[in-house]
């Protein structure tokens, strides 16, 4: 009997993981993004927020962003209009 056979690759990693926002059971692998691909295909190397969740919290952010400028439209004055022509 060899150890190859009784133990897989999901016996050795966590296979799924609790969304912090939504709290699901998802897939590791294929429901949640690589945060550091230098650390391979270990469990630390993917975020908590699913990909679903993270889709959603970027695409509000970016709504209200566009709806409340920070800064007003000023143009830049010309030259001509700041120095006097002497």
């Keep these: 009997m060899e150890i190859d ?3 897989e690759l999901g016996h050795l990693y966590l296979s799924e993981r609790k969304c ?3 709290n699901k059971m998802k897939d590791l692998m294929n429901d ?3 945060t550091h691909k230098d650390r391979g295909d270990s469990p630390s190397a993917y975020s908590y927020e699913c990909k679903d969740c993270t889709i959603k919290r ?3 952010s970016r709504k209200t962003k566009k709806n409340k400028p920070d800064i007003p439209y000023c143009p830049v004055p010309r030259i001509k209009d700041v120095y ?3």
């Design 5 to 7: 056979d009784e133990f």
């Design 32 to 34: 949640f993004y690589r």
């Design 20 to 22: 912090r926002t939504c």
């Design 84 to 86: 006097p022509d002497w």
């Design 58 to 60: 970027v695409t509000e």
